[in-house]
């Protein structure tokens, strides 16, 4: 099987990844973090890269925004490259009354608005994408051990970035609440573009999966981060990931 979108050669990738979004962050995790650099990949733009962490070869491979895409990425790392396990580094929306601005968010469970569920299984379930519990239990010793709190729950993975769920004008069940309303109302923590398809691939190729986010968008005080600073800060959220990944 050819691997079109990340175009390395076999052995290039570690089998255990971290999956950002945006290329320049990839960059800059491997650069910061990494030893021994190697960019195996540059296709589009999507930059992907290998070192050592700890001593352990670790890749860092962008994915771009959005179910599709990240999808795309993943069925190469896991069908071609042999990945084991893969953890999503990126950021999210906060829409909880206890999730603030740059709180770290590790997602047990994603729930979507996405068809790609329905594309699998006909509507004939509803399936639940769930984390790898292993690596969620080891995520959570992590930040207990470096004292870096983090919030576990469920997260609402979107389609689209900008939708009229939140319109105050809102007529979703009983014509006063709006739909983040009631997301809120069921625990969900926040909302982001990716989890279910990670947690999807995952589970049909029996492999180990984790989404972690850091909060760049608080949605119920208004407030966000730079651009400059989705791409570049978050540092706690990496070192999550990185020592969670090598274990």
Request: hydrophobic share 45%; glycine share 8%.
């Amino acid at each position: 099987m050819a691997s079109i979108h990340i175009a390395a050669d076999v052995g290039e990738i570690s089998d255990k990844v971290l999956l950002p979004g945006d290329p320049v962050r990839a960059k800059i995790i491997a650069e910061n973090f990494l030893t021994d650099v190697h960019q195996y990949t540059a296709i589009r733009n999507i930059f992907g890269f290998t070192g050592k962490y700890k001593g352990e070869r670790v890749s860092i491979q962008a994915t771009g925004m959005g179910i599709p895409s990240i999808s795309i990425y993943l069925h190469e790392l896991i069908e071609v490259f042999g990945a084991k396990k893969l953890i999503r580094v990126g950021t999210c929306g906060g829409m909880n009354k206890d999730i603030h601005l740059r709180d770290v968010v590790i997602a047990q469970g994603s729930s979507t608005d996405s068809s790609i569920v329905k594309q699998v299984f006909g509507g004939a379930v509803n399936f639940s994408l769930l984390a790898d519990f292993d690596l969620l239990r080891k995520s959570v010793a992590v930040a207990e051990k470096f004292n870096l709190p983090v919030k576990v729950g469920n997260v609402i993975c979107t389609d689209l970035f900008y939708n009229d769920y939140d319109d105050p004008n809102g007529t979703f069940g009983d014509g006063k609440k709006t739909f983040n309303d009631k997301l809120r109302r069921h625990g969900i923590l926040a909302v982001e573009m990716e989890s279910a398809a990670l947690y999807l691939h995952a589970a049909a190729a029996k492999v180990q999966a984790l989404a972690i986010f850091t909060v760049s968008d608080d949605l119920l005080r208004k407030e966000f981060c730079t651009p400059e600073e989705r791409q570049s800060s978050f540092n706690d959220m990496i070192k999550i990931a990185l020592e969670t990944v090598i274990q």
